[in-house]
């Protein structure tokens, strides 16, 4: 008769969201959790009502002391709260570019911003420019780990909200996917 082991409860924590525990599982052993992808609602995390409608993709790297360590290589906001902004009068401004930050680490983040009122193409043009020159500047200062912990705490986005409202009022400035190449 085979041998039946007991399945093992294991916590999982994030060192990159200030070791927040995200959860536990399930499994038989340590080598079967990792790179296992997880996919967290932030107010499970945080416990702030706010960030519900973001998510989080994170990755099992190791497991130690039944702790799986993982690390945030996605964040993301939920296709129901975009379609909850987005409003007749408005423009929607989407971009898409990759940048590098301070650690060498290539990332992808997708700027998604809704002006008050409509616009002129010309005004839209000169947001999106300002917007890709900050986010340059901005990913060159700060480590992978911090630049996370600055959009998870949507510190970023006020501070890009804050120049690109120099050219046309926003009435949001959010970052719709940020991901890890």
């Known amino acids: 008769m085979a041998d039946k082991t007991k399945k093992k409860w294991y916590s999982i924590v994030s060192p990159t969201l200030r070791n927040a525990v995200i ?8 080598k079967s959790l990792e790179n296992r992808r997880l996919d967290v609602n932030l107010m499970s ?14 990755k099992v790297d190791e497991v ?19 379609k909850r902004l987005i409003r007749k009068d408005a423009n929607k401004l989407v ?3 990759g940048y590098v930050t301070k650690d060498n680490v290539k990332i992808v983040i997708k700027p998604f911003m809704i002006t008050r009122h409509k616009t002129n ?4 043009r000169d947001i999106r420019k300002k917007a890709r020159e900050f986010l340059t500047e901005e990913t060159k200062k700060y480590d992978y780990n911090e630049l996370i912990n600055l959009i998870v705490s949507n510190s ?4 890009l909200r804050e120049k690109v409202s120099r050219i046309y009022p926003l009435s949001s400035c959010e970052f719709r996917i940020v991901e890890r190449v």
Do not use: H
């Not at 959860?23 to 340590?30: F, K």
């Not at 130690?64 to 975009?82: E, F, P």
């Open 64 to 82: 130690k002391d039944n702790k799986a360590i993982a690390s945030v290589i996605g964040y993301g906001l939920t296709l129901s709260y975009i």
């Open 45 to 58: 995390i945080t416990g702030e009502p706010k960030s519900q409608n973001v998510k989080v993709l994170l």
């Open 23 to 30: 959860g536990e599982t399930l499994a038989y052993e340590d």
């Open 95 to 97: 971009d898409s570019f």
């Open 156 to 159: 970023l986005q006020r501070s």
């Open 121 to 124: 193409k010309n005004i839209l």
